[in-house]
């Protein structure tokens, strides 16, 4: 399997370690309009070729796979051009930045009979798989609600809001965790620091299901956070990616029992053990690497994940719109999500 690799800034230089670990795969080009990055891939991966053009890697008829890690606005161009070289496409969160493209690009992928994969690796973490298995499997009762913390001190975009850096990834763990998509999002927040580019947000989601979410996204914070919260009637579950224990499993709750005369009633609360999971050390990506690369060579594209990556651009415009109309409820045009198995 040959493989390369479009932009090396923050991303992209995972991806291309990665591939190097996996069995039987070539990285055969990088790609980057900066010669210095470039150079920093060749002192690495001498025997890889180097450069500045995407059409040098679309005219390679021996080239397997392009695995795209440059800004979102350039996704649907250069993810386009790739199906239509005949080549599989694996592109960075988000899928597109506009739900019309992102339908395209699927459209296209299916038309073509390609895979397309997008980079929602927390679907492939180890903690986030536990916390879908108490899910499925009913430990935690009863979903109540979801909240969630993802903030830290920068990195402020020049091309995109805090919605469109952070928010992929809790929006496509709910989606995951859930398997259903929202009735309606409502958002605010405010832009801090850059004139126009929204760096504080709150949102609020609310499922079919009843269940609640509430996910705050922030660049303006004194430390680092990635903080889940999931309660459920029967027990809770606490998911800290920063944590050496990242899984915490709470056996609380609270009971009500009807009142027996009027004006009374009774709540009995229970706090039991805290149980933290063994969790498989897995790299999250390498484990969607090897994924992307099995589908490649199964001829099964991964419609489920690009069901999600579809869905979480439909959401993401949802809450810019909200936020523009200072929480207003807005629908997201959602295609309804496929059950992901990873």
Same mark, same amino acid.
């Given at each position: 399997?040959? *493989?390369?690799?479009?932009?090396?800034?923050?991303?992209?230089? $995972?991806?291309?370690?990665?591939?190097?670990?996996?069995?039987?795969?070539?990285?055969?080009?990088?790609?980057?309009?900066?010669?210095?990055?470039?150079?920093?891939?060749?002192?690495?991966?001498?025997?890889?070729?180097?450069?500045?053009?995407?059409?040098?890697?679309?005219?390679?008829?021996?080239?397997?796979?392009?695995?795209?890690? *440059?800004?979102?606005?350039?996704?649907?161009? &250069?993810?386009?051009?790739?199906?239509?070289?005949?080549?599989?496409?694996?592109?960075?969160?988000?899928?597109?930045?506009?739900?019309? %493209?992102? %339908?395209?690009?699927? !459209?296209?992928? *299916?038309?073509?009979?390609?895979?397309?994969?997008?980079?929602?690796?927390?679907?492939?973490?180890?903690?986030?798989?536990?916390?879908?298995?108490?899910? %499925?499997?009913?430990?935690?009762? =009863?979903?109540?609600?979801?909240?969630?913390?993802?903030? $830290?001190?920068? &990195?402020?975009?020049?091309?995109? #809001?805090?919605?469109?850096? &952070?928010?992929?990834?809790?929006?496509?763990?709910?989606?995951?965790?859930?398997?259903?998509?929202?009735?309606?999002?409502?958002?605010?927040?405010?832009?801090?620091?850059?004139?126009?580019?929204?760096?504080?947000?709150?949102?609020?989601?609310?499922?079919?299901?009843?269940?609640?979410?509430?996910?705050?996204?922030?660049?303006?914070?004194?430390?680092?956070?990635?903080?889940?919260?999931?309660?459920?009637?029967?027990?809770?579950?606490?998911?800290?990616?920063? #944590?050496?224990?990242?899984?915490?499993?709470?056996?609380?709750?609270?009971?009500?029992?009807?009142?027996?005369?009027?004006? =009374?009633?009774?709540?009995?609360?229970?706090?039991?053990?805290?149980?933290?999971?063994? &969790?498989? $050390? #897995? !790299?999250?990506?390498?484990?969607?690497?090897?994924?992307?690369?099995?589908?490649?060579?199964? =001829?099964?594209?991964?419609?489920? $994940?690009?069901?999600?990556?579809?869905?979480?651009?439909?959401?993401?415009?949802?809450?810019?719109? #909200?936020?523009?109309?200072?929480?207003?409820?807005?629908?997201?045009?959602?295609?309804?999500?496929?059950?992901?198995?990873?």
């Amino acid at each position: 399997m040959t *493989t390369a690799v479009v932009g090396l800034g923050y991303w992209g230089p $995972n991806l291309l370690r990665v591939l190097h670990e996996q069995d039987d795969v070539t990285v055969r080009h990088v790609c980057d309009v900066d010669p210095e990055r470039l150079a920093w891939a060749a002192a690495r991966y001498p025997a890889v070729g180097l450069t500045t053009d995407i059409q040098d890697l679309l005219d390679d008829p021996e080239l397997d796979a392009i695995l795209l890690a *440059t800004p979102v606005h350039t996704h649907f161009d &250069l993810a386009a051009r790739t199906l239509g070289a005949g080549k599989h496409c694996f592109v960075e969160k988000p899928l597109a930045s506009s739900t019309a %493209d992102a %339908d395209a690009l699927v !459209e296209l992928a *299916t038309d073509t009979g390609l895979t397309l994969m997008c980079g929602h690796t927390f679907l492939y973490s180890p903690a986030v798989q536990t916390v879908k298995r108490l899910i %499925d499997d009913g430990e935690l009762g =009863e979903l109540y609600f979801i909240s969630s913390s993802r903030v $830290n001190l920068g &990195l402020h975009q020049r091309d995109a #809001s805090v919605v469109w850096d &952070l928010a992929p990834h809790d929006f496509s763990i709910l989606l995951y965790w859930l398997g259903e998509n929202p009735d309606w999002v409502s958002a605010i927040g405010r832009a801090s620091v850059v004139p126009d580019v929204t760096d504080i947000a709150f949102i609020d989601l609310s499922f079919p299901s009843g269940v609640l979410a509430h996910v705050e996204l922030s660049w303006l914070a004194p430390s680092k956070l990635r903080r889940t919260v999931v309660v459920g009637s029967e027990k809770m579950v606490v998911y800290d990616d920063t #944590s050496t224990e990242p899984i915490r499993v709470f056996d609380a709750g609270v009971t009500y029992r009807d009142p027996e005369t009027f004006g =009374e009633y009774h709540l009995s609360y229970r706090t039991g053990d805290i149980v933290s999971p063994h &969790l498989d $050390n #897995s !790299e999250p990506l390498a484990l969607q690497a090897a994924d992307f690369i099995a589908s490649i060579r199964s =001829e099964k594209p991964t419609s489920a $994940n690009v069901a999600v990556a579809r869905d979480v651009v439909s959401l993401i415009e949802a809450t810019e719109r #909200s936020l523009l109309q200072r929480g207003a409820l807005r629908v997201p045009a959602v295609a309804g999500v496929a059950s992901v198995s990873t």
